[in-house]
T-cell receptor, first 114, second 111 residues
Framework: GAGVSQSPSNKVTEKGKDVELRCDPI?????LYWYRQSLGQGLEFLIY????????KSGLPSDRFSAERTGGSVSTLTIQRTQQEDSAVYLCASSPEQGDQPQHFGDGTRLSIL | QKEVEQNSGPLSVPEGAIASLNCTYSDRGSQSFFWYRQYSGKSPELIMFIYSNGDKEDGRFTAQLNKASQYVSLLIRDSQPSDSATYLCAVRTGGSYIPTFGRGTSLIVHP
């Protein structure tokens, strides 16, 4: 597609439920990133994919968070047993592997935990 | 620990003025520098990137990089109310694919 696509755009769920957030990167981009941004805060790095592998998952805040990427394209971020502090905007970005190219962000998923 | 520092602002400038946004970084190995604009409730949008010392111009925007002093600036000429947003600086070290983001500077351009 023309840009990074994320779905859903908004998600409201009850505490304790599991959620899945999806990211479809720009075609041909091998690098994919997940970030979290709480209201009025900066970007918090979660995980980085190069192809299907995740060389850096150091930002995942707990073992309730996991992510996978299949076929070197679409990625899914899963949050199990959601807590209220998980409420934030989850942003996905992608970039080409070659060279030192900038990231391009999707519109994000606004997650609200009741 | 890699650090990227930005003044949170808000920086308030009148319409038509030059807005100057600054960013300092701690890692001398940094090689790539990016500026993003983020409107309230929206995702970051790439404005410019710069790799070499000096100035890079794109329309009303100029990025300035000084590696010796470890700062990168973004100048916005003829500022417009539509430029009101938070501007994020991101810095990437050579060999790393993961940039470090500053917390952003809020810019307000008033008519």
């Amino acid at each position: 597609g023309a840009g990074v696509s994320q779905s859903p755009s908004n998600k409201v769920t009850e505490k304790g439920k599991d959620v899945e957030l999806r990211c479809d990167p720009i075609s041909g981009h091998t690098a994919l990133y997940w970030y979290r941004q709480s209201l009025g805060q900066g970007l918090e790095f979660l995980i980085y994919f190069q192809g299907n592998s995740a060389p850096d998952k150091s930002g995942l805040p707990s073992d309730r968070f996991s992510a996978e990427r299949t076929g070197g394209s679409v990625s899914t971020l899963t949050i199990q047993r959601t807590q209220q502090e998980d409420s934030a905007v989850y942003l996905c970005a992608s970039s080409p592997e070659q060279g030192d190219q900038p990231q391009h962000f999707g519109d994000g998923t606004r997650l609200s935990i009741l | 620990q890699k650090e990227v520092e930005q003044n949170s602002g808000p920086l308030s400038v009148p319409e038509g003025a030059i807005a100057s946004l600054n960013c300092t970084y701690s890692d001398r190995g940094s090689q790539s520098f990016f500026w993003y604009r983020q409107y309230s409730g929206k995702s970051p949008e790439l404005i410019m990137f710069i790799y070499s010392n000096g100035d890079k111009e794109d329309g009303r925007f100029t990025a300035q990089l000084n590696k010796a002093s470890q700062y990168v600036s973004l100048l916005i000429r003829d500022s417009q109310p539509s430029d009101s947003a938070t501007y994020l600086c991101a810095v990437r070290t050579g060999g790393s694919y993961i940039p470090t983001f500053g917390r952003g500077t809020s810019l307000i351009v008033h008519p």
